[in-house]
């Protein structure tokens, strides 16, 4: 679908010179002299490389079609992440490095929203929160004062966060999925 440059925004997909790149800036400019345009930073999303593009206000641009269906996580191998979809019962896999460090936080059945374009997946996006369990931290320090001191823990899928004094191990915690930080203590 086309669009003007004037309409993008920051996480669209674009079509762009035979790939497919996400919106991380754009500025739009009036300059005193000559037309306006808009300065976009991009990402590409299968090379993970960056690119400064201006396009001048009247120019037209391709916006990339993608396809979000809700998945329900199965299990992995060493290679790849296995989903099904629960309304037709069918099976994916889909390669590690395109999850990347969020699959640490998978777990069965967690429903989770599949990004793809062209067939094939792009991108994950997990539940804004989830339970995790705390499996190391440090004891509390005398004296600390809870309300801006924070300790490291490790949670049971090895992720590394910071985590208020009065939080142990084996307790279960709320974390933001978005941010990987500690919400709330269950």
């Not at 395109?98 to 429903?111: M, R, V």
């Not at 709320?174 to 930080?181: A, F, K, P, Q, S």
């Amino acid at each position: 679908m086309k669009i003007n440059a004037g309409e993008i925004r920051v996480g669209m997909l674009l079509e762009y010179k035979n790939d497919l790149w996400q919106v991380l800036k754009t500025q739009h400019v009036k300059p005193g002299k000559g037309g306006a345009f808009a300065q976009v930073e991009m990402k590409s999303v299968g090379k993970n490389t960056k690119l400064n593009e201006r396009f001048r206000s009247n120019e037209s641009i391709e916006k990339a079609t993608v396809e979000e269906n809700k998945f329900n996580y199965l299990y992995s191998d060493e290679n790849n992440y296995f989903f099904i979809d629960p309304k037709t019962f069918e099976q994916i896999e889909i390669k590690k490095d395109i999850i990347g460090e969020k699959g640490k936080l998978l777990t069965e059945n967690l429903e989770v929203t599949l990004s793809f374009y062209n067939g094939s997946a792009i991108s994950i996006e997990l539940p804004n929160q989830i339970k995790c369990k705390i499996s190391a931290t440090d004891g509390a320090l005398k004296g600390q004062t809870v309300s801006s001191s924070y300790k490291p823990a490790i949670l049971d899928n090895g992720i590394k966060i910071q985590v208020p004094p009065f939080v142990e191990v084996e307790d279960e915690i709320i974390l933001d999925t978005r941010t990987l930080e500690y919400v709330k203590k269950i």
